[in-house]
């Protein structure tokens, strides 16, 4: 209602793999252990249909009750959707998993009576990552999938990321290019502490990402700022 008010869209962002250690409590993943990701306590497969169709629900349970504009799905939090070295041969799945989505939306959006729900993506900085991680980006934009594409690194901002890449995969199209503004611009050892960006580090990042062609910023994470782990630079 506060974001109506002010005229801003309202997008739910949804962690596709997060691997805090409250993921290894819950109930789905206790009950089932076949699921899993190998060496990575707390995270999932998407080779199993089961654990797509899961995450689909979600989606859809979002969808039919909260008056969303849309879905941001985060695949930084943690990159890992398969096995390690069978991202490229189960791209696919993600694909199909992605249209499913679409259509998820579209058909809510019919139903609302309003044009178009936005979908968004997530997704590491560089297009060798997401190859190799199985995000075949390259699809998702020439089929409409998705309405914008976020490049991320992890947990800092990158004010050199290659930028430019997802700017010209996505030319010609509908889709935009917002890459990832974080707070941090690097850690202070060895006491965890990170350096919050200045005013002045912001700018800079801003002034790169447009001027190799993005459309818009998305800042991530930017509550860590009030974190008092996070006092190098307060």
């Not at 793999?17 to 993921?23: E, K, P, Q, S, T």
């Not at 789905?28 to 306590?41: A, H, K, M, S, T």
């Not at 801003?206 to 860590?224: C, E, L, M, R, T």
């Amino acid at each position: 209602d506060r974001c109506r008010k002010h005229g801003m869209q309202f997008l739910v962002c949804l962690r596709m793999n997060d691997r805090h250690g409250i993921a290894r409590t819950a109930k789905f993943y206790v009950e089932n252990p076949e699921l899993r990701l190998d060496g990575y306590p707390g995270g999932l497969d998407y080779k199993h249909a089961r654990v797509r169709d899961k995450v689909l629900a979600f989606i859809a349970e979002v969808l039919e009750r909260y008056d969303v504009d849309g879905i941001e799905l985060d695949y930084m939090r943690w990159c890992h959707m398969f096995q390690p070295g069978q991202g490229k041969q189960n791209a696919h799945l993600l694909t199909e998993f992605t249209r499913r989505t679409r259509k998820l939306l579209d058909e809510t959006a019919r139903r609302r009576g309003v044009d178009r729900l936005a979908l968004g993506v997530r997704v590491p900085q560089s297009l060798k990552e997401c190859e190799y991680l199985g995000f075949d980006l390259a699809t998702w934009i020439k089929e409409g999938l998705v309405d914008f594409v976020v490049p991320s690194d992890f947990m800092h901002t990158d004010t050199n990321m290659k930028t430019e890449d997802f700017v010209k995969l996505a030319e010609g199209t509908n889709c935009k290019i917002y890459p990832a503004i974080h707070n941090r611009i690097s850690m202070d050892g060895p006491n965890e502490h990170y350096r919050l960006m200045t005013l002045a580090n912001f700018r800079a990042a801003a002034q790169n990402f447009y001027g190799f062609g993005a459309d818009g910023i998305s800042p991530y994470n930017q509550s860590f700022a009030f974190e008092r782990r996070a006092t190098a630079h307060r």
